[in-house]
């Protein structure tokens, strides 16, 4: 009942709240199934609760919200149902189809309490997804974009897309490092998430790390396994797709389930079911190879053996025939060769003899001329010695003279005369002063005259009669 203030109806909030309980419980009695989207679970795992909540889109706006309640048994009957039918869990982000009560609490507010979901309708937003997913990649001419891609004829270098710890992976790394021809892979792990919705954005992140490096590796494996067909809606978002299709290396995807393939695997360059597949793919474009190879080195082996074979025989019968050749010509013209060498001999001997009777009339010859060179020089000689005694006399006086002259010219010239004469000589630091460019004031000066030395300091310099 209301309390009476100041002539006014004044209710408590209480009061207020549990009106509006008790009309809502009388007007909203039965259950109703309303469409909205959960964006977010709010699954508490002490409680076994969960606190939806629940909004509904125009445009990519929230038009209209509401919280929820989904007490823990009727959470684990829906969740039961979306893995066995949808093969995924409930999660942050599905659009669902509920059938629910309205329930307020004065404490809590208004909220729906969820009784059951149904998993088809969810189902068939997933298939719409992926349908519209699809009809986006092929409206934009890229669908088989990725697909287009040449793979190299060994695809060794693998940027490879999963979860260290997955048993994917480890099944993909086991098959490739332990093949027993002994390929040689290089294999890099991006780690990522590879399932929820937070897988999506995780993938593109690594597939843009990837391009960073991409004159690296040949392909990309996407590789997940072990996870049974659970959280694969992550691989049908348009987003994710579009990233694979366009992506300038080939994408390999081993993701491991049973189920419709997923647009990422339907677009990607090469899908193999299980990651053990997708290395079993890898090794067999080795094989594909190395088959051709091995029997082209059969085939060259061989061929070469044969064509030893018949160039050793060849080589054989060339060398009997050489020898029996060489054999008859020897033989054919031994007797020419002795004939020829008797002729050489006796040819020999006579050109010798021939130039023996040159060289002693040379010789004679040459005693001869040498005899009478040798008495015309004698006779030159002589007349030579009669001139030098003749001439001797004079040219001695003459040089003598000229010895003279040069004496008397050196003496004059000597510093003692000089000095004699009058002049004097100016020393600095031991040196003849030949300009007054060197000296300053206050520098030692000897003067030198005949009879002894004179020291002085230089007060000034006058330079005029070299400037006039």
Not at 289 to 298: C, G, L, M, R, T
Not at 434 to 453: E, F, N, P
Request: glycine share 4%.
């Amino acid at each position: 009942m209301p309390n009476q203030i100041n002539d006014k109806s004044v209710f408590s909030l209480l009061e207020v709240t549990k009106s509006i309980q008790k009309t809502l419980s009388e007007r909203y009695k039965n259950a109703f199934w309303v469409m909205a989207e959960m964006n977010k679970l709010n699954h508490y795992k002490h409680s076994g609760h969960c606190y939806p909540e629940l909004v509904e889109k125009q445009d990519g706006k929230v038009i209209a919200q509401l919280k929820s309640i989904l007490w823990k048994t009727d959470y684990l009957n829906a969740n039961d149902k979306f893995l066995k039918i949808l093969k995924e869990p409930l999660k942050d982000g599905i659009k669902i189809l509920f059938l629910a009560k309205i329930c307020f609490d004065p404490g809590y507010g208004l909220a729906l309490n969820i009784l059951e979901i149904d998993p088809n309708y969810t189902l068939g937003d997933l298939e719409r997804e992926k349908k519209e997913t699809i009809q986006k990649l092929h409206n934009e001419g890229i669908y088989n974009q990725n697909k287009t891609l040449k793979l190299p004829l060994l695809p060794q270098r693998l940027a490879i897309i999963s979860v260290e710890t997955s048993k994917g992976y480890a099944d993909f790394m086991k098959v490739i490092e332990e093949n027993s021809w002994n390929y040689k892979f290089f294999t890099f792990l991006f780690p990522s998430l590879l399932q929820g919705e937070k897988a999506v954005e995780d993938i593109i992140r690594q597939l843009r790390n990837i391009k960073k490096v991409i004159e690296h590796f040949d392909a990309v494996a996407i590789i997940r396994g072990g996870g049974g067909d659970v959280g694969l809606s992550c691989y049908n978002n348009y987003l994710l797709s579009k990233e694979i299709a366009l992506f300038p290396i080939p994408v390999l995807t081993g993701i491991g389930h049973a189920t419709n393939e997923t647009v990422a695997e339907m677009i990607s360059f090469s899908n193999q079911i299980t990651p053990t597949k997708l290395a079993e793919f890898l090794l067999q474009k080795f094989h594909n190879f190395s088959i051709p190879v091995q029997k082209a080195e059969d085939k060259i082996k061989d061929k070469s053996l044969r064509m030893i074979m018949d160039e050793k025989a060849r080589f054989h019968s060339t060398s009997r025939l050489f020898r029996s050749v060489s054999t008859n010509s020897i033989n054919k013209f031994k007797n020419d060769i002795v004939n020829e060498s008797k002729s050489l001999s006796h040819h020999s001997f006579y050109i010798l003899k021939k130039e023996n009777l040159c060289l002693k009339t040379v010789t004679a010859d040459i005693r001869k001329d040498t005899k009478v060179h040798l008495r015309q020089s004698l006779l030159l000689l002589a007349q030579n010695k009669k001139e030098i005694v003749k001439r001797l006399p004079g040219f001695i006086e003459s040089k003598s003279q000229e010895l003279k002259n040069l004496e008397k010219n050196i003496k004059n010239m000597s510093p003692e005369s000089v000095l004699k004469r009058g002049y004097s000589i100016t020393l600095y630091n031991g040196k003849a002063l030949k300009s007054v460019d060197k000296l300053k004031k206050g520098d030692l000066i000897q003067t030198r005259v005949i009879d002894g030395v004179i020291d002085s300091n230089v007060k000034s310099i006058d330079q005029s009669d070299k400037d006039a």
